[in-house]
């Protein structure tokens, strides 16, 4: 079973340019995240969504991040303009919403340089 | 915002010796997660305790979970090189909404 894939694994950008994250969760699995992990810490969510809905995006910076999940299935995260400060790893995890707690399965991560 | 505080955040132990992490949380809570992370990888879910359990062991790991104290410890026994990870606790709330800590950094020497 192939686990949650993201692309690109590694993006260099120059500051002010727009970047783009995809992801595919694992099959069937309804609940999508989007997680920025700075070096040295813990992830720290963006968005949840439950099936196309974001159900929990009050972390998202909305004056530069965007992410949609329109068919319910794969995801994307955009920022626009990048700024030196958004360099991090971006983790993409699904999970199945269907049991009483909330295992993630993680994807590799996006690592993001903002020069 | 991090709820969970790990300790030590950093760790090094020779192989075959037993690492504890401890975990720290602020509000009450529902389940509280384990998982690591190897160097460049994504996180790896490694075990699940609920708020209503004290104890629960998975091959060589064993968590305990003291509600009153609002805490938690990951032993990892007879450790290997391979355990090196970073170690992190999430803990989670209603809705699924998951908080993660900042993690514990294992290094276990050959």
């Known amino acids: 079973e192939a686990g949650v894939v993201q692309s690109p694994r590694y993006k260099i950008i120059e500051k002010k340019q727009p970047v783009a994250f995809w992801c595919n969760p694992i099959?069937?699995?309804?609940?999508l995240y989007w997680y920025r992990q700075n070096l040295g810490q813990g992830p720290e969510l963006l968005i949840r969504?439950?099936?196309?809905?974001?159900?929990?995006d009050s972390q998202l910076p909305k004056d530069r991040f965007s992410a949609e999940r329109l068919k319910g299935v794969d995801s994307t995260l955009k920022i626009q303009p990048a700024e030196l400060g958004d360099s991090a790893v971006y983790l993409c995890?699904?999970?199945?919403?269907?049991?009483?707690?909330?295992?993630?399965?993680f994807g590799p991560g996006t690592r993001l340089t903002v020069l | 915002s991090q709820q969970g505080e790990e300790d030590p955040q950093a760790l090094s132990i020779q192989e075959g010796e037993n690492a504890t992490m401890n975990c720290s949380y602020k509000?009450?809570?529902?389940?509280l997660q384990w998982y690591r992370q190897n160097s460049g990888r994504g996180l790896v879910h490694l075990i699940l305790?609920?708020?209503?359990?004290r104890e629960k062991h998975s091959g060589r790991l064993r968590v305990t979970l003291d509600t009153s104290k609002k805490s938690s410890s990951l032993l990892i026994t007879a450790s290997r090189a391979a355990d090196t990870a970073s170690y992190f606790c999430?803990?989670?709330?209603?809705?699924?909404?998951?908080?993660f800590g900042a993690g514990t950094r294992l290094f276990v020497k050959a």
């Open positions: 999430a803990t989670g709330t209603g809705g699924f909404k998951t908080i």
């Open positions: 509000t009450s809570i529902n389940n």
């Open positions: 305790i609920r708020s209503n359990e």
């Open positions: 995890a699904s999970s199945f919403s269907g049991t009483n707690y909330n295992e993630q399965f």
């Open positions: 099959s069937g699995h309804n609940t």
């Open positions: 969504y439950e099936n196309e809905e974001a159900v929990d």
